[in-house]
């Protein structure tokens, strides 16, 4: 594959490193030296230039690359490198963002600003820093076709509405699929007749409003209000941590010390106690027990803060300490000097847009138990083996332990029903079982 | 542990092992060679490849796993050349024939063919004395060294992708590389096919004269021979009388196939790649083809209006204008991109063509060609900044970036071939004065200053020969063992452009 990698920071190289060995990576960037330094450290072609004009990416080859991606550390390069890309070539696009708000503009109109492909750094961040809490996840939550499906994992209680109930009955929420039901180390592939136990973890696939209205339904009194999460610093990433810890069903408690941005994000969080002050005023921490939480994320917007803030809160008796650190450099020092685990936005970036580009077609993937199960995001081409069939047929062609939950068509979304026929273009969201997926991926 | 060492050297040595042990699967040509000829020297040959394999697997025991940095790239590079040189001169005190038996003779005569320089010791050069395996090798030499030891293997193990650039870049001709392709492993073979098909082209078309009567002592083995000798800028010849031994046409076949041996390889590929255009556009090229066509024009009309130029194997040379363009070009060809073929014996020349065949010799290849000195692209980055610093004396305050084919170069750079070319020149002249000093003391050995200026020069740009005792129709053997030495330490540092040599021997590399 011939991949052009636009921007040759961190992220850039981490990803052209990457991706060298098997593939023909370009690298452009605007820096003489770093083109130079590249060019003899690393496999890869390294050209100078401005990578939004169509010269530079012309002599990069663009015509002939599979996939472009743009890293530079400006949003507006990134976006406007892809647009340009776009232009000359339909090859898949990738841009990397750090606002929010430019990937929910891109998730609202499927391939906006010809971008095939975003990753926001901070919402991955988040991710990332709810995924490394180690906290065990009353409920697993993944988003498919920008945000329009999502997949959740749920624990069933004992006394909740469809304990006891055999599938066909609890299915009664519109839009939602139950893809399976696992049972302590068994996987239950969903037939109407299954009974769902209580113990069992369920996971459901369908547009967003179904799944929370379904997860406020049955996990009423399943609250994990038993943790204690600390956010310090609501920037970014740390607003976006507490949400995701929210989405989740924790109840995090955020300290922001200035005043507006605190009400800001107090308005955005629901399920959330922010509180406004300094972290490092010992005097708020002890009458706040800062020091019986389970786990401190630092996310101020300097590495050296978040040294400070994780040293103190290890100091009170916190049992894990979680910090954002900008310069890679420093994580490996200060996981020395006391702090459990340093987070690099640039880090996780890199690594989901390499683990994306190996996924094949696959636009994106969620693991489920271990990676027992996936569920797949596969844009469906005219050679696929179900187009033009109802769903029912084609479900005869493909294996067992295969479940489509949702169906994306030019952005709208489609209950999949027996009798639903998919078309060429659709985005379909699927619930595969590891041991069948290259199969699965092969015919669709 | 603290140690004394902070380049890896162990890794360093583990990597030049396996340069060395791919290296060792090249005596296979002489030993081809010598079945052919009835088995002559075989033996001598069996043994070094098994020596120089084994040497190289043992080196390999240092580290297993060798990560080397960019640092130990200078190191690697280094040694691998002076081990190919010093396994390389195994097969010439192995069959103990003539005045290359001597170790160090030996030594002189394999540095002098990897470096493609082709200055040489053997006091007899013809089959009487040695085998014609031994000749071949000595002509494989040079091919193996003129694209590139280092080049080669990193086209061909995979093992060398990673850290292959680093070394390539301490081992071509020039001031950098430039990747064609995003694998560095692709640059190198584009590079080696692009060698091999000149080479192969060479060698049929000299064949094919033979076989239409046109060059009838130019057989198959000759062919070969200087088909491996042409294309590296190499200069060796089994011929004791160079390329006069053969008849015009050939000399006239092999002046473009010297020219292209000192174009930028790059720019071949684009040509056989369809783009042909590309190397007209080239500055470079532009300035090496109108250097050679006009010192061609200029070493014509000398010899042309020299009335008393003649010698008894080339007839009368003044006012015949085939002969004189023929010798001109030739030896302008030969001597400006380091080649140091002679197709007469250019010391019977006038002063003045004598000093232009001087003049070239500071030229030098392109840089990426196979070519030695200081190179055609130093020299035009040191006109081009040169003609501002004029400009600027003019108008102090104007800000002129210098351009080489359209796009600006970084000072940095400029500075860097300053410091090359600066450094060439004196290490040039030390090499004279130590050469002069060296050879004062034997007595029944007295050569000309000018002698020993052309033998400097011609060992550090690895030219081959000069003038007087070390003309085209004489040799290097009768210098002193420690002026042997001290020009195969010339030959190694002028091959790999003086610093990746150089470097080695500054306490700073080694410890901090």
Redesign the interface.
Known sequence: M?VIVVGAGEVGQSIASNL??S????VIDRD?RVV?EL???H????IHGDGTTIETLREAGVERADLVIACTDSDESNVVICGSVKTATDAFTIARVRRRTLLETWEGSQGGFGVDFMVCTDLLTAQTIFRISGLPAAQDVDTFIGGLVRTAEFEIATDSPIANQPVREADRYDSLTFAAIFRDDDMIVVTGEAVIQPGDRVVVIGSADSVTTFADDITRNNRADSDEIVIVGASEIGYQAAREFENHGYRPRLIEQDHDRAREVAEELPHTTVLKSDATDIEFLGREHIDEADIVISSLGSDEKNLLVSLLARRLGVDRTVAIIENLEYAELFETVGIDVAINPREETSEEIVRFTRTNRTEKVAMLEHDRAEVIEIEATLDSDIIGQQIQDSMDALPDGVIIGAISRGGELVTPRGTTVIKPGDHIVVFVDSEVLDEVVEAI | MRHYFRVDWRAGLSLVGTLLTFLSLAFVVPIVVALGYGGEDLWVFVVSMVLTAGFGISLRRFDPNPTPG?REAFFVVAFTWLFAAVFGAVPYILTGNGTIAHPVNALFESMSGFTTTGATVMGDISFDTHSRAIMMWRQLTQWLGGMGIIVLAVAILSQM??G???LM?AEVPGP??S?L?????ETARVLWIAYIGFTVLLIALLYTLHLAGLAPNMGLYNAFAHGFTTLPTGGFSPEARSIEAFSPIVQWLIIPFMFIAGVNFVLWWYVISGDPWAILRDNEFRFYFGAVTVFSLVGTVLLFFDATLQTTETGQIGGNIERSARYAAFQIASLTNSTGYANMDFDAWGNPAKALLLFVMFLGGSAGSTGGGIKILRWLVIIKSLRREIFTTIHPEAVRPVRMNGKTL?EEAIRGIYAFTLLFLILFFSGFLLLAADTSRTADFDPHTLDLLTASIATLGNIGPGFGVVGPMGGYNEFPMSSKLLMILYMWIGRLEIFPVLVLLTAAYWRS
Do not use: C, F, M, W
């Open positions: 011939r060298a060995p593939n023909d990576v370009i003489d130079e060019t003899y450290s496999d890869v072609l390294a | 960019a992708a990673v292959g650039a680093q870049k950098g590389i990747k392709t995003p694998h560095i492993a970084d």
